[in-house]
């Protein structure tokens, strides 16, 4: 594979990973003070669909996405009523709002635009555009370092550099503030939270809004950035992708980055490549398996220098050695003549069944908040 597509597949990596993040950081606060949330789905679809539909009629993306928060931060409110104030199941709850968000906006659509459950397209100042970094243009014909900066590094909307700056944002917030402390305790002993006078629906209540305002801005991004409208069913997956995500970074913003980074990257290689054979996925494989190990080499040198154990690298030091075993396999097999095809629809599989698989064999022992699901009465 050659420098210029590698670069290619990095670029539709970062922005197909970004609804991702921002829907697995959605859970991770919310998940984090206790309140298991599987609408992630359903808040990002009715995001979609109403950021969609204001920004056309508006002619304003911003309005879209302040529309599409608001939509998000409804159904935030309706969980966390049914599971906060009146005690209800969470894992209900949610599935609850999965199937409101799928049926409602197809048929709010349907009666709005008369267009089979769709948005008309949007144009101009109804989507994002691109942020062009300075020197761009004029970097580009630099060897390695021209198409890193300007066709990588550049040249993406608002919302994916917010997505990547909300990674340590929310590093911070959790592990180095009060109100990030008092959260993850609520999710731990909501009890010890409550008697040291902290209100456990209060924290609760905020970790359900943060989470509705990421998933609102996921959903909008969908519509108004990576597509031009709403189409039915557009999130196709991709709550329950970024709460497989969340497990498989166990509840920390720097692994859930690292995590849809994974899937990003997948979804990037079916589309990019919607049927290859065995020596091209030869060579995709042992480019990305040279690439992360030279990532994770960075890593584990910076974290030496610190004096910190390596134990975090351990699932990606796995990863490369899958990619490298798994490249050499294809290469053999097509060395002595066994070479074949893969189809088209095992590469559209390919980001679920990584999904399956990670979750089956590779999460290790992945340990919840210990309330987490768990409503909250208080001691009289």
């Known amino acids: 594979m050659d ?28 998940e984090r003070a206790g309140i298991f949330d599987i609408g992630l789905e359903g808040k990002m679809l009715a995001a979609a669909f109403l950021s ?17 928060i608001a939509a998000s931060m409804f159904l935030s409110l309706i969980h966390g009523l049914a599971s906060i104030t009146f005690r209800g199941n969470q894992l209900i709850s949610g599935v609850a709002i999965n199937f409101l968000a799928s049926g409602l906006t197809v048929l709010v659509a349907q009666s709005w635009f ?3 459950g769709r948005t008309p397209s949007l144009t101009g100042e109804g989507r994002f555009t691109p942020w062009e970094w300075p020197f761009a243009e004029a970097i580009l014909p630099v060897p390695v370092a021209g198409p890193l900066y300007s066709d990588l590094i550049s040249g993406h909307t608002a919302i994916v550099y917010l997505a990547l700056a909300l990674v340590p944002i929310s590093w911070y917030v959790l592990f180095r503030t009060r109100f990030g ?19 456990v629906v209060g924290l609760r209540f905020a970790a359900v809004a943060i989470c509705g305002v990421l998933c609102g801005v996921a959903g909008a991004y969908l519509a108004t950035s990576l ?104 290469r053999g097999l097509a060395a002595i003549g066994l070479g074949f095809t893969i189809p088209v629809e095992f590469m559209d599989a390919l980001p679920y069944i990584l999904t399956v698989v990670i979750l089956a064999g590779f999460v290790g022992k992945a340990i919840p908040p210990r309330a987490g699901g768990e409503p909250y009465v208080k001691e009289r």
Do not use: H
């Open 181 to 199: 402390l008092r959260l993850r305790a609520v999710g731990e002993n909501p009890a010890a939270v409550d008697t040291a006078g902290v209100s």
């Open 114 to 116: 008369s267009q089979g």
């Open 227 to 330: 597509q031009a409208g709403f189409v039915k069913e557009m999130t196709a997956g991709r709550g329950y992708i970024a709460l497989a995500a969340l497990i498989f970074a166990k509840w920390r913003p720097w692994y859930a980055l690292y995590a849809c980074l994974l899937f990003g990257l997948l979804q990037a290689l079916a589309l990019r490549f919607q049927s290859m054979d065995a020596v091209l996925a030869s060579d995709l494989l042992f480019s990305f398996g040279i690439m992360l190990a030279a990532i994770v080499a960075l890593i584990a040198a910076f974290m030496f220098a610190k004096g910190r154990g390596l134990s975090p690298l351990k699932v990606m030091a796995q990863t490369v050695a899958g990619l490298l075993i798994a490249s050499l396999a294809l």
């Open 52 to 68: 969609a539909a204001i920004a056309y009629v508006s002619g304003s993306v911003w309005l879209g996405l302040l529309a599409g």
């Open 3 to 30: 420098y210029a597509t590698l670069i290619q597949v990095l670029d539709s990596t970062i922005r197909l990973a970004t609804p991702l993040l921002l829907a697995c950081l959605a859970g991770l606060y919310s």
